[in-house]
């Protein structure tokens, strides 16, 4: 497995003491392409802290239907429902884009979640932005257009792979933006026109990073300022600990 935990950012982010006393119940896995981590509506009795790849969250409807309503990349993982009161959560958990993991027993996180208070802070910080993900999704696909939501999309997929180029068919985005494939193929047109992007069977790849953000709907914005504080927030914790270590 070439991705250590501290590539997650949530690992990264506890203290020494606690990824000490972790380290060795942590176990890797293989998130292969369309692997679900977790169906709608299970229990979960591992908490994984995803390190490369991409997982969507996606909830369906009685009939069918489906919308993404978060991604999760290393800086985050999916199982929070494990110290989040236990209940199933209702979507579903999919690998969109192959990765790797590493897993920790739900009875061992929710111990260390009661137990230590920067373990506590650390998840709590990450529902938080996590949340604000959801919530300003649930903004862009009720208000925009299909376009800008595409572009919030590939820019928030991108900040958690190390590339620029997406391995992904038009009827997988449209599957997980809740359009239709029609609306996907014109927007991407659009965007390939404007020189932003170059679309080839199946893969999308960024021309112009700071042409498509500037392009993208304040939605973006708002949810990489929320992931960049956590990001900060968790580094802030970390100095914190060490310097309290030194003493």
Same mark, same amino acid.
């Given at each position: 497995?070439?991705?250590?935990?501290?590539? #997650?950012?949530?690992?990264?982010?506890? !203290?020494? *003491?606690?990824? @000490?006393?972790?380290?060795?119940?942590?176990?890797?896995?293989?998130?292969?392409?369309?692997?679900?981590?977790?169906? =709608?509506?299970?229990?979960?009795?591992?908490?994984?802290?995803?390190?490369?790849?991409?997982?969507?969250?996606?909830?369906?409807?009685?009939?069918?239907?489906?919308?993404?309503?978060?991604?999760?990349?290393?800086?985050?993982?999916?199982?929070? =429902?494990?110290?989040?009161?236990?209940? !199933?959560?209702?979507?579903?958990?999919?690998? $969109? +884009?192959?990765?790797?993991?590493?897993?920790?027993?739900?009875?061992?996180?929710?111990?260390?979640?009661?137990?230590?208070?920067?373990?506590?802070?650390?998840?709590?910080?990450?529902?938080?932005?996590?949340?604000?993900?959801?919530? &300003?999704?649930?903004?862009? #696909?009720?208000?925009?257009?299909?376009?800008? &939501?595409?572009?919030?999309?590939?820019?928030?997929?991108?900040? @958690?792979?190390?590339?620029?180029?997406?391995?992904?068919?038009?009827?997988?985005?449209?599957? +997980?933006?809740?359009?239709?494939?029609?609306?996907?193929?014109?927007?991407?047109? @659009?965007?390939?026109?404007?020189?932003?992007?170059?679309? /080839? @069977?199946?893969?999308?790849?960024?021309? #112009? /990073?700071?042409?498509?953000?500037?392009? =993208?709907?304040?939605?973006?914005?708002?949810?990489?300022?929320?992931?960049? *504080?956590?990001?900060?927030?968790?580094?802030? %914790? %970390?100095? *914190?600990? $060490?310097?309290?270590? /030194?003493?």
């Amino acid at each position: 497995m070439d991705d250590p935990p501290e590539s #997650n950012l949530l690992l990264r982010g506890l !203290p020494e *003491a606690t990824f @000490r006393r972790i380290a060795d119940q942590l176990r890797p896995v293989a998130l292969p392409h369309g692997h679900v981590i977790v169906p =709608s509506g299970a229990s979960v009795d591992r908490f994984h802290f995803i390190t490369s790849g991409l997982v969507s969250l996606l909830y369906e409807t009685g009939d069918g239907e489906s919308a993404e309503i978060a991604i999760v990349g290393h800086e985050g993982g999916v199982g929070l =429902s494990l110290v989040m009161g236990g209940r !199933p959560f209702p979507a579903q958990a999919v690998v $969109q +884009m192959p990765g790797t993991a590493w897993t920790l027993a739900g009875t061992t996180l929710r111990r260390e979640f009661e137990l230590e208070p920067d373990v506590r802070r650390a998840f709590l910080l990450y529902t938080q932005a996590l949340m604000t993900q959801m919530a &300003q999704t649930v903004v862009c #696909n009720r208000h925009h257009s299909v376009e800008l &939501q595409l572009c919030r999309w590939i820019l928030l997929s991108l900040d @958690r792979l190390a590339t620029h180029e997406l391995l992904m068919t038009q009827e997988m985005i449209a599957h +997980m933006l809740g359009v239709r494939r029609a609306g996907v193929s014109e927007a991407v047109a @659009r965007l390939q026109q404007a020189g932003l992007l170059e679309h /080839r @069977r199946g893969r999308i790849s960024v021309s #112009n /990073r700071a042409a498509l953000e500037e392009r =993208s709907c304040e939605c973006y914005a708002v949810i990489k300022d929320a992931y960049q *504080a956590l990001e900060r927030d968790l580094a802030d %914790e %970390e100095a *914190a600990a $060490q310097a309290q270590a /030194r003493r």
